[in-house]
T-cell receptor, first 112, second 113 residues
Framework: DQQVKQNSPSLSVQEGRISILNCDYTNSMFDYFLWYKKYPAEGPTFLISISSIKDKNEDGRFTVFLNKSAKHLSLHIVPSQPGDSAVYFCAASASSNYKLTFGKGTLLTVNP | DGGITQSPKYLFRKEGQNVTLSCEQN?????MYWYRQDPGQGLRLIYY???????QKGDIAEGYSVSREKKESFPLTVTSAQKNPTAFYLC????????????FGDGTRLSIL
């Protein structure tokens, strides 16, 4: 049973445009959500997080939106750059424990 | 520089052998974690430890063992009981308490000869 789902295995955008990566979850106990970026043969790098008391969090070019009623979150990257090309993982946890549950990832390709 | 160091980067194991993957952090984090990643899959939790001398099984602990004798170190042993050990193994750490991001090392790729 996949509790965190990233339904798009891949996404391709043009440099300078917006990239929107989506994530859905099923566990109502999740109240903390994170996005990680991963290059091949490297560990994931933490990008941005959001707790369930907020519906938006912004850090530079990265913004995460949370829609609790829909159990949906998204990561917006504006403007997209070729260096953003990587696999992006969505993850979630319940504050009652330390465990993160990851989606399967979305491969973002930003074309020059 | 503060960070998480995993060694070695690549590891080969013969069938029937146990092998230990190293993970060291100098971030002064209380919690440490081991994940496994398979091609096209997300990260799956093997074991985690919130404090020294204590650890809990994750979702796929069978065939693995860990120890947490020091705050900085959380080695993972892949035993011969693990039927499909070929994977990319990632170690992470985080501060104590909920709602803390986990920070990852660069991983160890284990292959069976």
């Amino acid at each position: 049973d996949q509790q965190v789902k990233q339904n798009s295995p891949s996404l391709s955008v043009q440099e300078g445009r917006i990239s929107i990566l989506n994530c859905d979850y099923t566990n109502s106990m999740f109240d903390y959500f994170l996005w990680y970026k991963k290059y091949p043969a490297e560990g994931p790098t933490f990008l941005i997080s959001i707790s369930s008391i907020k519906d938006k969090n912004e850090d530079g070019r990265f913004t995460v939106f949370l829609n609790k009623s829909a159990k949906h979150l998204s990561l917006h990257i504006v403007p997209s750059q070729p260096g953003d090309s990587a696999v992006y993982f969505c993850a979630a946890s319940a504050s009652s424990n330390y465990k993160l549950t990851f989606g399967k990832g979305t491969l973002l390709t930003v074309n020059p | 520089d503060g960070g998480i160091t995993q060694s070695p980067k690549y590891l080969f194991r013969k069938e029937g052998q146990n092998v230990t993957l190293s993970c060291e952090q100098n971030l002064n984090h209380d919690a440490m974690y081991w994940y496994r990643q398979d091609p096209g899959q997300g990260l799956r939790l093997i074991y985690y430890s919130q404090i020294v001398n204590d650890f809990q099984k994750g979702d796929i602990a069978e065939g693995y063992s860990v120890s947490r004798e020091k705050k900085e170190s959380f080695p993972l042993t892949v035993t011969s009981a693990q039927k499909n050990p070929t994977a990319f193994y990632l170690c992470a750490s985080s501060m104590k308490g909920g709602n803390q991001p986990q920070h990852f090392g660069d991983g160890t790729r284990l292959s069976i000869l």
